[in-house]
């Protein structure tokens, strides 16, 4: 069973930055796909951004474009989201997901994701 933790969520102040961290654990499967999505209070879970196992494809929500950097570490296994100049809607939960795949289209629907964190609490004061 595949288990994805994600760690370094925090309290912030605008303009600053946070780094979180995915590691997963149990896969038995070598092409993947890793994801962020975000939920912020009252609203729905949105995708935030997405990488393949390889690193080579990557594709971001227009709200994280030019300032949240999404990287992979596979000899950790482990996954990164550097989220830079935050701002205060950035507040949310936000969660790492997982899915077994070999294509290179990253979706952004979460149904599309088999495997979830617990998610790490994101809040960005102004």
């Known amino acids: 069973q595949v288990q994805v933790v994600e760690s370094g969520g925090g309290l912030v102040q605008a303009g600053g930055s946070l780094r979180l961290s995915c590691a997963a654990s149990?896969?038995?499967?070598?092409?993947?796909?890793m994801g962020w999505f975000r939920q912020a209070p009252g609203k729905e879970r949105e995708f935030v951004a997405g990488?393949?196992?390889?690193?080579?494809?990557?594709r971001y929500a227009d709200f994280a474009k030019g300032r949240f950097t999404i990287s992979i570490d596979n000899a950790k296994n482990t996954e990164y989201l550097q989220m830079d100049s935050l701002k205060p809607e950035d507040t949310a939960v936000y969660y790492c997901a997982e899915k077994s795949y070999s294509g290179t289209y990253i979706p952004v629907d979460e149904t599309v994701y088999d495997y979830w964190g617990r998610g790490t609490q994101v809040t960005v004061s102004s």
């Open positions: 149990g896969r038995t499967f070598s092409t993947y796909i």
């Open positions: 990488i393949s196992r390889s690193g080579t494809n990557t």
